[in-house]
Every structure is written in C-alpha cells, then in structure tokens.
C-alpha cells in the first residue's frame, strides 16, 4: 500500500487489512465452494513451527530437499516439530435450514491440516470441484466431516463468478502469510530465547588479532 497523508477524518477509512479467515463452530454446519482465480492451483502449503511458550509461530528454515536442519527443528522446545498447513480460499454460501443455497457470502481463507486435505481430496477425486457441507464437528481442533454437493454453485452465473474470482485473487495473495510468517534465524531465535549476543559481535568479522592491532600503542 502506498504512503497515505490524512486527519483523523479521513481516517475513519483506515483499516485492518488481515483477511478474515473460517473457522468452525462445534455442530455448526457451513456450506462452501472453493473459490479459485485461475486454473487448478487451489491450495498453498507451508512448513513451520509453533512455539508454546512464545505463543508464535513461523515458516521452517530446515530444507528436507537439502537434508539441512536448523534450530528451529534441532533446539528442545515445545513445537519444535514442524507441521505442515494447507491453504486455500474459500466461498460460503447463504443457505436455508436444509442446507440449500440461497446466495453468496464471503471470501474467505482457510487454512488446515494435511488430514482435513486428504479427506477433501478423496471427495474431490470422486465428485471433482463442487461445493462441500461441513460439518464442525470440534471448534478448538477444527475437525470436520464433509458432504459433497453436486455442482459448484458460484461458477454456474458469470456475474458471480466474476465476483467472486476478483475477491478470491486478492485472498489468495495473502495466503503464504496466513500460513506461517517468514522470521529470520536471529528472530526465531530471539522467540526461543536462545542469546544473540555472539551473533552481533560474529558479523563484524573482526578477530580479536585485528582488535588488538587496531589499539594504538
Ligand atoms: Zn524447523
């Protein structure tokens, strides 16, 4: 966003630009479609950690590829498990008692666990793209039982669609960032509250040789 001068007038314009996510309430039940941009990209993944005792969570620094692993994997702490979260953006849907959809409602992201990815994916590979009734079956672990629905509702009407794309591109930009947060080895380590003192004097690169040679005589 660009650099913006303004009174508190005008300010009443100035907003949080978190995009909200869904989030299930026990034995509530939510009727969505995926809602995508282009193609069939639909979901994100991201690797990382969430430490318990500094209630902060960020992207893994190790590389599987690589075979490397960091201290955000190696340091003995609550979290130092890292676990993957999917990504994507959905669409919910204004529906009746029945579960019949009677409009559109946001665009959301929704962010889970590989579990809740694999039992999508299995309805996916038997009815393809269209729209799910989830059941929340447990708020505090986001658990959910899925029915699939016959069609996609929001694609059939190029209004909506159109809409709907729009709002869902600009969603799934933010996606990465809703995974995990991107910190640097200094920053997590300052979560894990391991010293730095030694990294600073480390990066002037100065041996205690070229200090000493430094002092005038
Ligand atoms: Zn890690």
Redesign the pocket.
Known sequence: MAVMTFGFEEGKDIKDNSFPKFKGETNKTYVFGYAWDVGNEIFRAATG?FAQAAKKGWQ???DPKKGT??I??TYDYVG?E?KTKVGCVLVMYKTDEDQKITGIGEVLSWTFSPKTFQQLRKIYLEHGLVDIVATCSDSKYQTFTFVPKKTSAWTTEEKIKQHVKSKAAKVYEQLPKMLYTKMSLSEIKEHLGIASAGDSDASTGLSLDAIANSIPE
């Open positions: 950690h893994c620094l190790s692993k960091e955000c994997c130092n890292p």
